[in-house]
């Protein structure tokens, strides 16, 4: 592992904690990543989120059970503004994670971020699909 990456991640989990000082951030050192942290759900905090330096040089983050996108390379400084960007903004309730099932299955997942009045999605993350006519539905995720 690169221990420059190492530092980037530790500083970027240190600016969400700076951030955010009344929630808990637990780091789960058996997850087989070189970082791993878990934010649970608490008072000011609806979903468990997870944060993580993976694969030597991508930062991950993950909400709920189904929404999880990675920013790579970490050494990119826009990167790790979009990672920060992402993390603090479903944490403070500016953006949100929509959820597309198909039956009881996700299907889909999308960082969406409000623009007047519509979301516009800024990352997204796919599930296992298959193309049964089943009804389509939607869930939110939201920190408000």
């Known amino acids: 592992m690169k221990f420059d990456n190492l530092i980037i991640a530790k500083a970027a989990f240190a600016e969400i904690a700076k951030q955010f000082p009344n929630l808990t951030m637990v780091e789960s050192p058996e997850d087989p990543v070189e970082l791993s942290m878990t934010l649970p759900v608490q008072p000011s905090l ?34 790790v503004e979009l990672f920060l960007k ?50 389509k539905t939607y869930k939110v995720l939201r920190n408000d």
């Open 86 to 135: 992402a993390v603090t903004g479903f944490m403070a309730g500016e953006l949100r994670v929509l959820e597309h099932y198909r039956g009881h299955r996700c299907v889909k997942s999308q960082l969406q971020k409000r623009v007047h009045n519509s979301w516009n999605t800024v990352g997204t993350c796919m599930g296992l699909y298959w193309p049964i006519p089943w009804q």
């Open 46 to 79: 609806k979903y468990r989120l997870w944060l993580s330096l993976q694969n030597e040089d991508e930062l991950h983050f993950g909400a709920g059970d189904h929404f999880h996108i990675e920013y790579f390379p970490c050494t990119k400084p826009e990167n």
